[in-house]
């Protein structure tokens, strides 16, 4: 179809003004920072609602989270896209171009720049902006004051060098240091999508010994060598203005003071998982019971006694180390050197006209009363492990007391198990839990225990369901946990996952709609 003369020619009227526009105005030397900043501002918007718009049809456990923790998903999406671009921006300035080499002798290293490097510089003062402006609005869920204070810093140090074009050498060597970025948040997201068993996985090893090489090299190394081109060139540093020289012997040492804090938990972590992968599958109770039973009651005589190890399975008992032996001793029921420590029943008192010797691998409880019972004269070593077995395995009380809930006037009710030694959890603050959750029909539904590992979260900003952050913090009538406590909670379905349920799938869901839940809380502290 063709178009109107007049038309084509209005058409080209606002093309030009437009060119006019950008070449003016937008991209001009005196308005382009500014400009970068805008645009860093808007691409990090746009990358934040991309991030939520895919997550929501390609991941299942987005839909899980709570409003919090989606935030901050996608908020990691946001800085992740952010550490690639300025990484590759700045190796490219720092190792590649010649824009910053010794070799080229357009003035003082120092006083160097170029428009591309204005631009790179201010999309990450736009980013920088637009995380920091987050972490204050949700303070302190999306982090605490070290972040702040990081992401100050960052913006003010980046556009100084922006504006004045000084120092930017320096700007992009402590930006590399973004490369550790994507490595840590794939390490928050797998927390998340752990639902194949990924934490458990070689490659969560692997993400691990990753962050720390790459922290090491970019932010301990890297900021060596910074000071180290300072210190060559501090006759071409001293030539800036008073407020660039501040800013790079200012910013840099916070940073890596901050940098090294870290760097000391991420080696802490990778021991800690790396002892646990190399650990025995049992525990130090269990193991303390086996080596007791195992060293202490061999028998002396092989002919008339046999200890056998059974790891088998029957509909009430748990595997145990059971002592199959034609002797007798003085006891009305089988004794078994058990790893459960409820498989050991109080004897009754001896009747004395009761005294022959009974089988002890017979199971018939009638015939005790057909037998009297003899004294049997063991080892001194048979002795000591018959004693210990039994001192372990006994039972601590022959019956638990029922647990009474006090309902508080948001419908949570709660019963203390265990009061807490320690101090309080506050409003913000990073803590650990252990907790086993439970339906009303019993059935369990998750446990921090199966895993090995406690729940970290910030308590009272939303990353967990209503009920929890009001049974730890406490209010409306309930006592806060202290640290060591334990505490059952039994929360209505307003306080929980309400109508939608959770982990639904198929038409079917782990905690069905409108579910009362179970918790069984151990507050473990501060994290």
Request: charged share 15%.
């Amino acid at each position: 179809m063709a178009v109107a003369k007049k038309t084509a020619l209005a058409f080209k009227s606002y093309q030009n003004q437009a060119q006019v526009l950008v070449k003016t105005y937008l991209l001009a030397d005196a308005f382009m920072p500014y400009t970068c900043v805008l645009g860093g501002i808007f691409a990090s918007k746009m990358v934040y609602d991309l991030s939520q718009l895919i997550s929501t049809f390609y991941f299942r456990t987005y839909a899980g989270l709570t409003k919090i923790q989606r935030i901050e998903w996608n908020n990691r999406g946001m800085s992740s896209v952010h550490a690639i671009f300025i990484t590759t921006v700045s190796l490219y300035f720092v190792f590649w171009s010649d824009l910053y080499s010794d070799q080229y002798t357009a003035g003082p290293v120092t006083f160097r720049s170029s428009p591309l490097s204005t631009f790179a510089l201010g999309v990450s003062v736009g980013y920088f902006l637009s995380d920091l402006g987050m972490i204050l609005w949700f303070y302190p869920a999306l982090g605490g004051l070290e972040y702040v204070v990081h992401h100050a810093l960052s913006a003010i140090a980046v556009a100084y060098s922006m504006v004045s074009g000084e120092g930017q050498l320096y700007t992009f060597m402590v930006l590399i240091s973004e490369l550790t970025t994507p490595e840590i948040n794939l390490r928050w997201y797998v927390w998340y999508l752990d639902t194949a068993g990924l934490k458990k996985s070689n490659a969560y090893i692997i993400n691990g010994l990753v962050i720390f090489f790459a922290w090491m090299v970019a932010r301990i190394f890297l900021f060596v060598y910074m000071f180290y081109h300072v210190y060559l060139h501090c006759n071409q540093v001293f030539q800036m203005h008073q407020i660039g020289i501040f800013l790079v012997f200012t910013v840099p040492s916070v940073l890596g003071a901050m940098n090294l804090m870290w760097f000391g938990k991420i080696v802490k972590g990778m021991m800690k998982t790396l002892a646990k992968r190399q650990s025995i599958k049992f525990s130090i109770k269990n193991q303390s019971e086996f080596l007791i039973c195992l060293v202490f009651l061999q028998p002396s005589q092989t002919k008339h006694n046999k200890l056998n190890i059974s790891n088998t399975r029957s509909q009430n008992t748990q595997p145990i180390f059971k002592m199959a032996t034609t002797t007798t001793l003085l006891s009305p029921t089988p004794i078994k050197c058990s790893s459960s420590s409820g498989s050991l029943p109080p004897p009754p008192p001896p009747s004395p006209h009761h005294h022959q010797p009974i089988n002890l691998t017979s199971s018939s409880s009638n015939s005790i009363n057909n037998h009297t019972f003899k004294p049997l004269n063991l080892t001194r070593r048979e002795t000591i492990g018959l004693g210990l077995c039994v001192t372990i395995g006994w039972p601590q009380s022959a019956s638990a007391e029922p647990c009474e809930f006090t309902v508080a006037e948001s419908g949570l009710a709660f019963c203390d198990k265990v009061v807490g030694y320690g101090s309080q959890a506050e409003k913000g603050q990073l803590i650990k839990a252990h907790y086993v959750g439970k339906l009303e029909t019993g059935k369990v539904f998750d446990s921090s225990y199966n895993r090995g590992k406690p729940l970290t979260f910030r308590i009272g900003v939303g990353e967990v369901i209503k009920g929890w952050d009001q049974g730890i913090l406490g209010g409306d009538g309930v006592p806060p946990m202290l640290a060591g406590g334990k505490r059952t909670l039994k929360l209505p379905p307003q306080l929980g996952y309400g109508m939608r349920g959770a982990g639904c799938r198929g038409g079917s869901c782990i905690i069905p709609p409108d579910s009362v839940l179970f918790f069984d809380v151990e507050f473990i502290g501060k994290a």
